[in-house]
Structure formats: C-alpha cells, structure tokens
C-alpha cells in the first residue's frame, strides 16, 4: 500500500493505493493529481483563469459551455431539485460577494441586496448554452467539484488497472475495492476534540462524505461564518453531518445540504451516519 | 477524519485552518519517490531554467515554441508543426502555462513511453486516455475520455436514484 500527501482544491488530499509497485502507483498519482488540478483550474470561484470565473464575472449572460461544464451545470440542477432547492450552485455563488463584507452591516447589506438573485432558478442550460437572466447570479461548484474529482480518480484507478485504494479529498472519500483483503476504516473525528472520532465506518466501494462548519469559515468582525451559506429561511441544526452513498458526489450533496435544512428527507440510497447538532 | 485499515491509523485529513478565500491549491505533491532511479525534478528543473527566458516560474507558449525551434535547428530539422499539439499535452491542466510539476510529469510519461518493453501496455493505454481527458477541457467532443467518465458518473447516479424511494423532489433525468 502507498501512501500520497497533497493538496488540492484548497484542502489536504490523502491516496492510499494498492498497487504492485512504486512506479504504478507514482503513475497513478500523477494522473489523479493532474486531473484534480485541471478541475481546480477549469471550476475554481475565485481562481481568475477558470472557465467558471469568466462566466461569473461576464460581459453578457449567454455562454456557450465546454460538455463538461455543461454537464456539471446539468447534474447540480439535479441536485437543486432533489433536494427542494437547498443545495444550489447560483445561491452560494451569488452570495459570496458578502464574504468580501470588512463589517458585519455590510455583510448582510450586500446579501440582502443579492439574494433575490441567489438561485437556480435565474440559469437556464439549453444543450451546451448557459442563459442568467440578470447579471448578478453567480455559479460556484462548492460541493460538487471536488466530489466529482474523487468520483472520477475512482474512475482513472480503474483505467489503469489499480483495483483498491482509499481516495481522501479533504473529508471527501471514495473507498475503491478493499484494504488488505477487508474494508476501509474510517474514522469520522469529532469536530469538539479534533482527537477523538465519534465514530469507526468500514467502507468497501461506497463514499463518505462530512460536511461542517466548524472546519471551513470566514471571519468578519471576529463571528464565524460557515463556507455554506444558508438560505434565510432554513435553520442550521447540525454543525456536522456525515452522509455514505454510491458516489461521493451524492454523499457530498446530501452531506452539504443536511447543514442547511436538517429536516431533508433523504433517498433510500443515502444514510446518514452521523451529526453532530 | 481519520482513514485506517485493521494495522495502520493514517494521518488526520481535514482542512484545519480557517479558510479566507477559495485560492489556488499549491497542489504540491509531498508523495514518495518521483522515480525509478531518475531524478525527473532535477531533469525538469534543469529544462525550465533554461526555457523559462522571463523567468516567470512557467513556460507559455512563446517561450515553449522558442525553445523547440532553437531544438529544431541543432538537430537539422524544420518542421515545428507539431510544437501546439505537445504543448498541448503538456499543459495538463490546460491555463496556457507549463509548470514544473508538468514539466517533471511529461519527462516522466516520455521515458515511461520509451521503456514500452516493459509489460505495461494497458496501463499506458489508459494514462494516455486520462492525459487526453485533461486536455480536453475546453473542447465539445461528445466522446472524449472526460466526456465518457462524466457520462459513466451519471449513469451511476441515475443507477442509485433509479432503485431508491425518493421523496425529496421530483424525479428528474441527467441526460448523459
């Protein structure tokens, strides 16, 4: 088993690989790293060369969007519907403008002023052509890039042959095939005692994702602000919330949305494992 | 959280700093060794002092094309029409830019490539897809490797939802 340290999408990343040798398995991470890099490169917010970032900060509001864009745009509607519009990539897109806010005022000023703006609902994807029907919703893939980096590395293993390892993208986790003959272990850690776990998980082929606000925040006047913005109507209960799925991007989505309105129903496929409130 | 097997407790993997802003990963690759009895850092190093004339950190396409022509003509040869393409597929991560992991990474690929002999040939065959995904970003070619994982994603997405009780929406369909 070899063990790789890097970072990507602004959190640490953790490969555990099975392979049958040093070189396979440095291939193997090369590839997973270049792919998530691409991905960061191509969907970041705030990284000025992405594909995103022109089409958020556009001089008009109709975008001809690479298949792939166009396909993630696709599966985040999917999403928004799923879960009755709480996870959604123009709310917190459109938001984030407010995390720039020096004073707290300001913060709920400038995200007053947007949120009539801050939905799905002013995006329309016709085939390859994205339409906003004003010029203030944004689109951030939080949530879901960085799932879907873990999904596809899963995909890329089994490209070139590797049949086990544990994929760790910042708390995000795909458990591909087994750990020495037996499934992953997992330790979900408790977000009050950064040493303890609440609790053990044995995965074999299925995701994990756990989704908090105590690790990511902004800070404005010294008050905590989750990475996830909640919409005004919701009420945060959970402070973290761990989800399994087949996929990590589901498990990522549902672990997201969970924080933002606990009283989601969830599909039959999706657990809920741990929260913390 | 933390990642274990029944022996081995591995490193705690959590962002655990505040986050200010959603800024670029250094993406630095702290992993065990870059090599099989080459040093491909050094080799790396060594070609973007050389290239890298503004001394930026990465190479662009100017100073890659500049490069390759002075190549061209030590070697006697005049055709550079092929100097987009390899950029191209160096440029992993496609922002116009080489960088020195890229660099390190297609030094790497090439001498894997050269050493054929060895019995790798699947493995090489689909490194060679994920590469050509990488650069297929920005393109609308329906079949491209990017485009069939993103589909096979779906697929299974739509597998899950297919076989589960949902009550939180209505049904909808990604098209893959």
């Given at each position: 088993m070899y063990l790789y340290n890097f970072e990507a999408f602004t959190t640490p990343c953790e490969l555990h690989i099975q392979a049958s040798n040093q070189t396979e398995a440095d291939d193997a991470v090369q590839i997973i790293i270049s792919h998530a890099k691409r991905l960061e490169h191509c969907?970041?917010?705030?990284?000025?060369?992405s594909e995103l970032y022109a089409i958020n900060n556009r001089i008009n509001n109709t975008h001809i969007l690479s298949d792939e864009f166009a396909g993630l745009i696709q599966m985040a509607l999917f999403y928004t519907n799923m879960t009755q519009g709480v996870f959604d990539i123009a709310l917190s897109g459109t938001l984030k403008?407010?995390?720039?806010?020096?004073?707290l005022e300001e913060y709920h000023t400038i995200k007053d002023t947007l949120f009539p703006f801050?939905?799905?609902?002013h995006i329309l994807l016709e085939g390859n052509q994205l339409t906003f029907s004003n010029d203030f919703t944004k689109i951030d893939f939080g949530g879901l890039v960085k799932e879907y980096a873990v999904d596809q590395a899963v995909v890329l293993l089994q490209n070139i042959g590797i049949t086990s390892a544990l994929i760790n993208f910042g708390g995000d986790i795909a458990a591909y095939g087994a750990c020495h003959n037996n499934p992953w272990k997992i330790g979900i850690q408790d977000p009050n005692s950064l040493?303890?776990?609440l609790m053990e998980v044995e995965l074999y082929n299925h995701s994990l994702c756990t989704s908090g606000h105590s690790k990511r925040f902004y800070e404005i006047e010294t008050i905590k602000i989750s990475h996830i913005i909640p919409t005004a109507s919701a009420f945060q209960s959970y402070n973290q919330a761990s989800i399994l799925a087949p996929t990590t991007v589901d498990a990522g989505v549902w672990s997201t949305a969970l924080l933002i309105n606990p009283n989601l129903i969830l599909p039959d496929?999706?657990?809920?494992?741990s929260a913390i409130e | 959280m933390t990642i274990s097997n029944n022996s081995m407790m591995a490193s705690q993997m959590y962002a655990n700093k505040e986050v200010q802003a959603q800024s670029g990963a250094s993406g630095t690759w702290t992993g065990a060794s870059q090599g099989a009895g080459m040093d491909f850092s050094a080799i790396a190093q060594q070609l973007m002092t050389t290239m890298d004339t503004n001394k930026s950190g990465t190479l662009d396409k100017a100073e890659f094309s500049q490069a390759a022509q002075a190549l061209s003509k030590s070697s006697g040869?005049?055709?550079?029409?092929g100097v987009d393409a390899a950029f191209a597929k160096m440029d992993a991560n496609g922002d116009g830019q080489i960088s020195s992991d890229e660099m390190m990474a297609a030094i790497k690929q090439a001498t894997t490539q050269a050493?054929?002999?060895?019995?790798?040939h699947h493995h090489h065959q689909a490194s060679e897809s994920a590469t050509d995904g990488t650069q297929?970003?920005?393109?609308?070619?329906?079949?491209s490797p990017t485009n069939e994982m993103q589909k096979n994603l779906f697929n299974k997405i739509m597998a899950a939802y297919g076989s589960s009780t949902t009550t939180a929406g209505t049904t909808t369909n990604i098209s893959a």
């Open positions: 969907y970041g917010f705030f990284r000025e060369t403008a407010s995390l720039k806010a020096s004073t801050a939905s799905s609902e040493n303890l776990n496929h999706i657990k809920l494992i | 040869k005049t055709d550079t029409s050493q054929t002999q060895k019995p790798h297929a970003n920005s393109s609308t070619q329906a079949s």
